[in-house]
Each structure stands twice: as C-alpha cells, then as structure tokens.
C-alpha cells in the first residue's frame, strides 16, 4: 500500500487551493475581477499600476497549477478501485482533470503577456485581457464532465464497503450544474452572467473551492480506510 | 431498510444533497431576479407582455399532472404492481414530453419575433432560468425513463424502492421549481 504517496497526492488539493489564492487573489489582485466593461485605457492602468505584483502573482498562479496533476491522479486511483479492470470512467475523470491543468495554466501566462509589456497598445491589452477571461472561465465543460464521471463512478460501486459514500455523487453533480452560468459569460458585460457577476463568477468559485475541500476529505476518510483493510487483511 | 412512515426520508439520503443544494441555488437565482427587477420595473413589466402566458400555464398544468402520476406511481410501486407504476411513469413523461414540445415552440416564437437572451435583462433571466430548468426536465425525462424500465423488468420488487423514490423526488424538484418560476417571469406584477 502507498498510503503515503496518496495522501500527498490528495494534500497536493489543499497545496493548489492556497498557492492559487494567494498567487491569483491577494498577490495579482483579479479577485474580485475587473468588470468587463472597462475600456483599454482602464485595462492598461490596470497592469501599469501593479506590474510586478501581477507578474509574480500570475507565476505562482502557474505553479499552482500543476499541484492539480498528482490530485486528479489520486481521485483516478480510488476511482479505479471502483471499476476495477475496464476502468472508463477513470480514465476520463483523468483526461477531463488533465485538460482542467490547462486552463488553470493558460490563462494566467495570457495575462502574463499583457503584464510583460505594459506600455504596449492598449487596445491590444484589452484583446489579451478578455482572451484570458474568456478562457479562465467559459471552459467549465472538462469540470463539468469531470464531476459527472465522478458521481457515475460512484453510483457504480457494488462493493461491501464503498469507496465512498453515495452522497458525493450526488455532490458532484451539484456542483457540475453550478458551472454551467460559466458558459454563459460570452454574452453579457454587466449583471449576474458577466464574467464578474455574481452567478457566473462568484458562485462557481465559491463552489469550487467547496468542491476541493469536500473532495479532500473524502479522499482521506477513503485512503485511512484502504490503508486499514490492507493492514488487517 | 424499512423505516417507520414517520420518520422515512423518501429515497437515499444523498439525493436530498442534490435536491436541497439546487433548491438553495435556485432560490439564489429568483433573489438575484427580484432584486435587479427593483431597479428598472418598467422593463421587466413591459417585457413581460411579451411572454404567452398561455404557454406557461399550459406547462404548469402539464408539470402539476406529471407530480401526479408520479405520486400514483410510487404507491402502485409499494404495492408491489411494478407494471402499473411503469404506466403512470410512462404517463409523467408524456408530460414531460408535452412540456418539451410546448418550450421549444416558445423559445422559436421569441426567437423569431427577435428576442434574444442578449435583447435585455428581463430576457436575459427568462432564457437562462427556463434553459436551466428544463435541463432539468430533459434530465428528469432521463430518470423517469429509468424508472419505467426499472419498474416493468419481472425481478421488481420493493428492494427496488429506494430508487423509485429518489427519482421520483427529483421529479417534484422540476415541477417545484417551475411552480416558482412560472409566476416569477410570467405573472409578477
């Protein structure tokens, strides 16, 4: 048993949630965002203002990024546990987590970019500007497919004891469905949907943090349990 | 596990997780509504005339019948008359069904008379609330499909319970959430 590789895969999670809060929050300061309807000028401030403070941020941001690689890994091998020999499920919640390193890599270098130069045109800033926007947040669907392979994998577990309890399914496909309004942001620039609004923005961050914290817990109620059964047995 | 009627939680536990969590959301959604109505009544009022309400009472109805084939479902279930239950499931989704066809009428008829989720706030929530709910019709449709396969197979029995409630559940959950957001878009004055 690998017991310890696993949980520092899973406290890997926990690494990903602090870094990328302190790097992408308090550090650059894109929480809360800038709204969409600044102009170029506004937009140029911005990352006139607080070049280096955006250029270190968005480098951590980066770095935290790749703390989600050995954390999909272990939500796969407790869910292979599951599924045993034809394992599909798995395979895709890894695939779907590994495209979800992409858009927590990108978007800041995007951003990046725009803060490597700040005295460039400013209209070519606002174009960068809403191209790492667009894409941090309009990409819900490899979460929203991650989610519900999870729950499914759940739902299929046939086994004496589960590898975790069926109310995370559930769980999950709540928070796949909070992602959804994401998608919605290419059309607005104020209100709720924009990408600074309250139910595009602010509520599936919220919930994705929750999702981090819940899924962590879970991962380590499961792993003391495996690590227990293969002592014993 | 068969619990006294009183204190039985209908279906497994963590579907109420699902059921209760997409009710808070929802009624996030219809504060976020009301709230942003206080500032400009005048175009939510005016762009409300725009909406038929024939339509929505008409999928009220609809989804009001469909709660309550589920309902006889359920009790043809416990009785242990599977086959009777697949027909009042099979019922539910024809309402389901009905309620699809009258949507998509709805949306084309907006549509083409060029109004769009883009047109102004008011249309904006009315696309986005009705899309998301009749996600959830399309994916309730899924369940009771579910159900009705369940329910006619020769091996049903009440061990199977469990499953019918929790569907059955999630089905209330699409009709309560229309209940709210029928007279939200539709009737507000």
Not at chain 1, 103 to 126: G, K, N
Not at chain 1, 134 to 152: D, G, K, R
Not at chain 1, 182 to 204: D, E, S
Not at chain 2, 171 to 178: G, T
Request: aromatic share 16%; glycine share 6%.
């Amino acid at each position: 048993m690998n017991t310890k590789s696993q949980l520092f895969c899973a406290w890997c999670g926990v690494g990903f949630v602090v870094l990328f809060t302190l790097g992408w929050w308090i550090i650059a300061s894109y929480v809360p965002p800038m709204s969409p309807t600044l102009t170029s000028t506004e937009v140029a401030a911005f990352y006139q203002q607080n070049t280096n403070a955006i250029r270190f941020g968005l480098m951590l941001t980066m770095i935290s990024a790749a703390l989600t690689a050995p954390w999909v890994a272990v939500i796969a091998v407790q869910l292979k546990r599951i599924e045993g020999e034809f394992p599909v499920l798995t395979y895709t919640q890894l695939v779907a987590g590994a495209v979800g390193i992409v858009v927590l890599l990108l978007p800041p270098l995007i951003w990046t970019t725009v803060a490597f130069r700040p005295d460039r045109d400013p209209e070519l800033m606002l174009l960068m500007n809403d191209f790492g926007w667009l894409l941090f947040i309009m990409t819900f669907s490899p979460a929203f497919i991650q989610n519900l392979v999870i729950a499914l994998a759940i739902f299929s577990d046939q086994g004496a004891v589960p590898v975790f309890p069926r109310w995370l399914a559930y769980f999950n496909i709540w928070v796949a469905i909070l992602f959804i309004p994401g998608g919605l942001i290419t059309f607005f620039k104020v209100g709720p949907f924009a990408w600074n609004g309250l139910l595009a923005f602010w509520l599936p961050l919220i919930i994705f943090f929750a999702w981090f914290l819940v899924m962590f817990l879970a991962l380590l109620k499961t792993i003391k349990a495996q690590s227990h059964t293969a002592q014993t047995a | 596990m068969v619990s006294s009627s009183k204190n039985h939680v209908p279906g497994e536990v963590g579907i109420w997780v699902l059921i209760l969590g997409d009710m808070v959301v929802f009624g996030l959604f219809f504060l976020v509504f009301v709230y942003y109505r206080g500032f400009d009544i005048e175009l939510y009022t005016q762009s409300q005339k725009a909406l038929n309400q024939n339509y929505g009472a008409f999928n009220t109805l609809l989804l009001l019948a469909s709660s309550w084939f589920v309902v006889m479902a359920v009790e043809s279930a416990r009785a242990d008359h599977g086959r009777r239950a697949a027909k009042y499931f099979g019922l539910a989704l024809l309402c389901g069904s009905g309620f699809s066809v009258v949507k998509v009428v709805e949306y084309s008829e907006k549509l083409a008379a060029g109004l769009t989720i883009t047109s102004n706030e008011f249309f904006m929530y009315y696309y986005i609330f009705t899309g998301l709910h009749f996600l959830h019709v399309v994916i309730g449709m899924g369940v009771l499909i579910f159900l009705i396969v369940k329910t006619r197979a020769h091996t049903f029995s009440r061990q199977d319970m469990v499953a019918v409630e929790s569907g059955a559940s999630f089905w209330h959950l699409v009709d309560l959430l229309w209940i709210v957001l029928f007279p939200l878009l539709y009737l507000m004055k």
